[in-house]
């Protein structure tokens, strides 16, 4: 039997997502609700998360509104972020009393679920010790990972750059990261992608790694 369920919640504003996540929680927590991996994309917005410093933004908070971004500060591990459409953000909202009791594996886990995705598309990845996420030649960013867990049950997730404009992440230091760059799936193949393909390959990445 398989331990989690997928769900796709397609465009959402941020906030909404978040209040979604909570109760998703709440639930499995209850044992109301089975560990679930939730699909969606965001409008652009920069997310702030309990490591992260103010000095990380490249604008002012004023400049951002202007260009109808917001700044939401959040409970996940990390530093500063960017979501926008046609990235793919993954919230494995799980129970790891149902997997294991350990949020490195855990971790490590969804690292090696996005770097089989990419090898999908012949795009040699990796991690970067001491740096949490996946990395190209260990100088590009192609997905960004910070997690929340409260009594053993999971939120928040990973943003895997697919076909979105990674030009917004000059407004931000990401992850807080000087002295390295973001990229993204089209990027690196000089073409789109197909984003509901993408999508399957990442559940089956899962399915294999988590089952």
Same mark, same amino acid.
């Given at each position: 039997m398989e331990k989690f369920r997928i769900v796709d919640w397609g465009l959402i504003d941020y906030k909404t997502g978040w209040d +979604?996540?909570?109760?998703?929680? +709440?639930?499995?927590?209850?044992?109301?609700?089975?560990? #679930?991996?939730?699909?969606? =994309?965001?409008?652009?917005?920069? #997310?702030?998360?309990?490591?992260? #410093?103010?000095d990380n933004l490249k604008l002012s908070r004023e400049d951002l509104n202007k260009k109808n971004i917001e700044v939401v500060?959040?409970?996940?591990?990390? %530093?500063?972020?960017?979501?926008?459409? +046609?990235?793919?953000?993954g919230y494995p909202i799980f129970d790891l009393k149902e997997f294991k009791q350990d949020l490195h594996w855990f971790l490590r886990e969804i690292e090696q679920s996005?770097?089989?995705?990419?090898?999908e598309y012949d795009i040699e990845s990796s991690r970067v010790d001491g740096l949490t996420g996946v990395w190209i030649d260990n100088m590009r960013k192609a997905c960004a990972i910070g997690m929340h867990c409260s009594r053993w049950v999971t939120?928040?997730?990973?943003?895997?750059?697919?076909?979105?404009?990674?030009?917004?992440?000059?407004?931000?230091?990401?992850?807080?990261? =000087?002295?390295?760059?973001? #990229?993204?799936?089209?990027?690196e193949l000089g073409t789109e992608?197909?984003?509901?393909?993408? +999508? %399957?390959?990442v559940l089956r990445k899962f399915e294999n790694n988590f089952n």
């Open positions: +979604k996540q909570k109760e998703l929680v +709440k639930k499995i927590q209850n044992g109301e609700e089975k560990s #679930t991996l939730v699909f969606c =994309e965001h409008p652009s917005v920069i #997310t702030m998360g309990k490591n992260g #410093t103010y500060d959040i409970n996940r591990g990390g %530093d500063v972020t960017l979501h926008n459409p +046609k990235q793919l953000v996005i770097i089989d995705t990419l090898e939120s928040h997730g990973f943003a895997l750059n697919v076909n979105n404009d990674i030009s917004e992440f000059n407004y931000i230091v990401p992850c807080g990261i =000087e002295d390295k760059e973001v #990229t993204s799936i089209s990027k992608v197909d984003f509901d393909k993408l +999508k %399957d390959i």
